[in-house]
Structure formats: structure tokens, C-alpha cells
């Protein structure tokens, strides 16, 4: 008979990571698409796409209040930069504002929070994680010459992500969180989390309806279809890898 603690485990685990991996495969699917239709081809759509989801998740995931700062300054940066320069900025600009911003946050999170250097050796990991997935994506394509669908890509992508984090996550956090002190740590994490979201936000408006004219209405159309099937992909990926790993020991629930 299972005990409750370990139930209760097993359900929170498959709560958490199945919304994270929901999250983190809307993004991906967002992301892919938008560089496909700016002409990108090749290895560049997956390994963008997954590392800039797998920190963005990961900072959600082991470093919520040092990402929820920096995503919040990114927003307002981007507002700000929109409503003073107008929808012809370039990516650069938006993308550099909100980093400036986020850094500025981090540094007063760290300032009051007395924040470690574990922040940043967790997104640290989570970049790792998405370059090597992306690159394994990347690769499995171009071997096979498949063309697979949304779905399955962001689930392959979320269990090859969670899996390398998980795995890998001891080390990199033991060996990271010396790496640079508390407050620079969180101001790092807080910049890079708010300069992806200063540039989704570019990429979704402004610089999309600049780049495309008027066939933007169309791109931000198709980027809308895959984002259900990469929610619904990450989700079953997430999930299904969370337990597993669960089951096998990793104890998931003392992230929660």
C-alpha cells in the first residue's frame, strides 16, 4: 500500500511539472515558429527555441522570486521602450532595455532577500539543458528528414530538458552558486529572464508587424495554432518525466 507522503509526492510532482512543462512548451512552439517564419532554418528554430524556454522555465521553476522580478522588469521595460520610441524599435533596443531593467531588479531583490548564488547556477543548468536538447533535436531532424508535429516536439524537448536538469542539477548547483556572489547572482538571472521576455514581447508585436507588414495578423495567427499543441506536448512530457524520475528517487516535491 502506498503511503500518503508518497502519494501526495507523486501528485504534486505531476502537477508541477506537467504545468512547467506546459509552459515551458508554449513557449518553445512560440518561439520555433517565429524564427521559422523570420527565415531561420536548420539547427537554428530548435536550439534557439529550447534554450531560451529551458532558462525561462527553469528561473520559474528553481528561481521564482528572482524570475518573477525580472520578467515583471521586463514587461514594464518593454511598455516604456513602446510607448516612448514608438513599434519601429529594433530587437536590440527592446532586448537591452529590459535587460538594463531586470538587472536594476535583481539587484534590489538581492539587496532585500539577501539572494545566494543558487539562482544562478539553477538557470545556469537549465541553459546547459536547452542547448543540448536543442542541439539533439536539431540533429534527430536532420538525420531522419521527419517533419514532426508540434505535440511531439515539445514533449521530446521537455523530457530531454527535465531529465539533463534533474540529473545534472546537484552538481551544477554545488559547483555554480560559488561561482559569483549572491547579489550579482540574482541581478544575472533577473536581467536574462527580463532581456527573453523584452524580446518575446518585440517578436509578438512591434518587430513582428514591422518585419512582416501586413502579413504580421497571418504569422501571429499561425504562432496562436502551435502554441495549444506545445502547451499540450510539454504537459504530457512534463508530467510523464516527472513521475518517472519521481519513481525513481529524485524526489521532485522538494523543488515544489
Known amino acids: 500500500m502506498m503511503s500518503r507522503d508518497r502519494f501526495t509526492a507523486i501528485v504534486l510532482t505531476l502537477v508541477v511539472w506537467g504545468l512547467s512543462g506546459g509552459v515551458f512548451g508554449a513557449l518553445f512552439a512560440g518561439v520555433y515558429q517565429i524564427l521559422s517564419d523570420l527565415g531561420l532554418s536548420g539547427w537554428q528554430p530548435p536550439v534557439v527555441a529550447a534554450t531560451a524556454a529551458a532558462v525561462t522555465t527553469t528561473a520559474l521553476y ?13 514587461v514594464l521595460a518593454s ?18 532595455a529590459g535587460g538594463v531593467a531586470g538587472v536594476v531588479a535583481g539587484s534590489f531583490y538581492a539587496w532585500i532577500a539577501q539572494s545566494s548564488g543558487r539562482p544562478f547556477a539553477e538557470t545556469l ?39 539533463l536538469f534533474q540529473v545534472s542539477e546537484r552538481w551544477m548547483v554545488s559547483h555554480g552558486a560559488a561561482l559569483l556572489p549572491g547579489g550579482l547572482a540574482a541581478a544575472l538571472v533577473a536581467g536574462v529572464v ?47 518525466t516527472g513521475l518517472t524520475l519521481e519513481l525513481l528517487g529524485f524526489h521532485l516535491e522538494d523543488h515544489a
Open 62 to 74: 528553481s528561481a521564482m522570486p528572482v524570475a518573477l522580478m525580472g520578467a515583471m522588469a521586463g
Open 79 to 96: 511598455i516604456g521602450a513602446l510607448i516612448l520610441v514608438g513599434h519601429d524599435l529594433g530587437l536590440t533596443v527592446m532586448a537591452g
Open 125 to 163: 543548468t537549465g541553459l546547459l539543458a536547452g542547448l543540448i536538447a536543442g542541439g539533439t533535436l536539431a540533429t534527430v531532424v536532420a538525420l531522419t528528414g521527419h517533419q514532426v508535429g508540434t505535440l511531439v516536439l515539445a514533449a521530446g524537448v521537455v523530457a530531454l530538458v527535465g531529465s
Open 194 to 240: 527580463a532581456t527573453l521576455v523584452a524580446a518575446s514581447i518585440w517578436l509578438l508585436g512591434g518587430g513582428t508587424a514591422f518585419s512582416f507588414g501586413g502579413g504580421a495578423q497571418d504569422i501571429l495567427g499561425q504562432v496562436r495554432q502551435e502554441i495549444g499543441p506545445g502547451f499540450l506536448g510539454g504537459l504530457l512530457g512534463g508530467a510523464i
